[in-house]
């Protein structure tokens, strides 16, 4: 399981009930549903995705959040993920307003483009950063909103958005002194508690 | 209780040989209209075996012109299985090696079940258009009444596609502790104006027929052949997308010409093709039932009796929910399941939906399309672990 995934699972109560925005193949909604007993539900639009989701088991709605998402009443999760799908969505700040009325608290975990590497990548080649991380070229990606861990924080301020926990990632699995310390420079991804 | 399977005809994945069975019924069954029915047959098929706990039933609703072969072959000689053999069978979606599956003629239909075409007790004559009024909950009522005849508490799933559908969803809200799964493909909470502007063409062109007889058909030894082969052509059309027509026929003449210098007859492959389905269907299915079973259609309104609010009508069901639609079916579209899915989430209801791209129509439902098997079959797992 992917990193950010491990982290964000202690925040979820055992018993809650967790909406998963963008849930793959609904490997994280299977492990918490083992693991802490959550009632989950999964958006996702991935037709194979889905199919592998309900073959977990696990309930999923084929819906785009794009499109909205007023069809789930207020305050009706208890906690509302979103784990790296907020640099693909058209709206990250209407998307994170929603996800907070829904849910009494957000977790999101996004790629962090202030990542040394990328700027790095930027700053020397002049050209917008490929890797590992991030494997697809500007024109055709999925990827339409890329933000820093500071550009993130500045949104939550603006929109008085509280930030409850933080966690970043980085290159590997051990406590990230470095990304700690310097996480706009240092976090490969960052992983954001919030509420209102 | 099972029916007899050989597995002398079909392929792998078929259920082979099946007979249908008649349950009869004497108490009498309260219709919604406020008359009573005594007593009634339902003519029915099982394919699977019920497990000693009585927990691996599965319930097939049926559509409009359905009826309870939906599975297996009845004889050697026929051409063609039950309408829906690709999902029900060994292997298959509804996995006969897992699930006890019961699939029924409704009331009210002509396939064996007692309907217009009966006996009338009270007359000696056929019922024609005397026949009681039915609505989705007569069946589900009558359905669950057969239920208890094959010793059957809760069913692991009640399934329907269309007019299935809405009886399944209706088992959810009139028996939800007899129900643990519902599927619904292809289905609304209720009709638009112009599906029932539809099926009102099709009732007028059934009922303008001269050999209909004010619907005493049968008494006058006519059939209104030509009223119910036009009303299947228009029914017909609406189940099938503007592309799979095209796909299918497109402009492709199946006699005459269009060159120039010629005044022969044109015929377009997709006249024959209306024609040959509307004299098929004139010939097997009853007008009265036809009429009788878009009316039913025409009156479902899942959530009239709940303040005309679906989301305080699913407070009611206790199951899972399963919904599907087509992108291409006009007639259920996929709008109208999605009106569903938002009221199962806003109860609060366990649902899992998918818009199944398909070029099919509404037919779709009862096509085989890899992603819709693949994603039934997998969530009939589930409902076979659960």
């Not at chain 1, 819906?63 to 007023?70: I, K």
């Not at chain 2, 994945?13 to 219709?31: D, H, K, N």
């Not at chain 2, 394919?47 to 009585?54: F, K, S, V």
Request: hydrophobic residues 40%; charged residues 20%.
């Amino acid at each position: 399981m992917r990193l950010d995934l491990t982290r964000i699972q202690p925040w979820i109560a055992p018993g809650s009930r967790v909406l998963d925005l963008g849930c793959g193949g609904g490997e994280f909604l299977q492990r918490l549903q083992h693991e802490r007993q959550v009632r989950g539900m999964g958006l996702e639009i991935d037709p194979d995705n889905i199919t592998a989701a309900v073959a977990r088991g696990l309930d999923v709605v084929e819906q785009n959040m794009d499109e909205g998402l007023g069809n789930f009443p207020d305050q009706s999760f208890d906690t509302v993920v979103m784990a790296h799908a907020l640099q693909a969505v058209h709206y990250p700040d209407r998307v994170l307003d929603e996800m907070l009325r829904i849910g009494r608290e957000g977790i999101v975990t996004f790629p962090n483009f202030g990542h040394w590497r990328c700027r790095l990548y930027l700053g020397t080649r002049g050209r917008m950063p490929v890797s590992k991380f991030m494997p697809y070229t500007w024109y055709d990606t999925p990827n339409i909103h890329f933000c820093t861990v500071q550009d993130f924080e500045a949104l939550c301020r603006d929109k008085g958005i509280r930030i409850l926990d933080r966690e970043m990632v980085g290159n590997t699995e051990r406590k990230p002194l470095l990304a700690g310390a310097w996480p706009n420079l240092f976090a490969v991804t960052a992983i954001y508690r919030l509420s209102r | 209780m099972t029916t007899t399977v050989s597995d002398s005809v079909g392929s792998v994945g078929s259920v082979g040989i099946v007979s249908p069975q008649t349950a009869r019924f004497e108490e009498p069954l309260t219709l919604a209209c406020g008359r009573e029915l005594a007593p009634y047959e339902l003519v029915y098929e099982t394919y699977g075996e019920l497990n000693a706990a009585r927990s691996n039933a599965v319930l097939i609703c049926h559509a409009l012109s359905g009826h309870h072969h939906a599975a297996g072959y009845h004889s050697d000689q026929d051409r063609k299985p039950g309408w829906w053999d690709e999902y029900i069978g060994p292997g298959k979606p509804i996995d006969t090696a897992r699930f006890f599956v019961v699939s029924l003629n409704n009331l009210g239909g002509c396939h064996g079940s007692t309907g217009p075409t009966s006996i009338n007790p009270g007359t000696g004559k056929p019922w024609g258009p005397d026949f009681p009024p039915l609505r989705a909950r007569d069946w589900v009522h009558s359905q669950a009444r057969l239920a208890d005849r094959l010793g059957i508490d809760a069913w692991a799933a009640v399934i329907g596609g269309s007019l299935g559908g809405m009886q399944a969803m209706r088992w959810a809200l009139e028996y939800p502790e007899r129900v643990k799964h519902c599927v619904v493909i292809a289905s609304a909470m209720k009709l638009s104006a112009q599906n029932i502007a539809f099926n009102e063409i099709a009732r007028h062109a059934i009922q303008s027929d001269p050999d209909f007889a004010g619907g005493r058909y049968l008494e006058h030894n006519s059939l209104p052949a030509q009223g119910l082969g036009l009303a299947r052509m228009v029914g017909h059309i609406t189940y099938l997308s503007d592309d799979a027509m095209a796909a299918k026929f497109g402009r492709d003449l199946r006699s005459g010409t269009l060159e120039r210098g010629g005044e022969d007859d044109v015929e377009f492959q997709v006249q024959s093709y209306l024609r040959y389905q509307g004299s098929q269907f004139s010939g097997s299915f009853d007008a009265n039932t036809y009429i009788l079973m878009t009316r039913a259609l025409d009156y479902f309104d899942l959530a009239r009796e709940y303040g005309d609010d679906p989301v305080a009508a699913f407070r009611h069901a206790q199951c899972r929910f399963l919904v599907i639609s087509f992108s291409t079916d006009w007639r259920f579209s996929p709008v109208r399941s999605r009106e569903i899915v938002d009221a199962l989430i806003a109860a609060g209801r366990p649902v899992t939906y998918a818009e199944i791209e398909a070029n099919e129509g509404h037919d779709a439902f009862l096509m085989p399309i890899p992603r819709y098997r693949d994603l039934f079959a997998a969530y009939m797992q589930r409902v076979g672990s659960d």
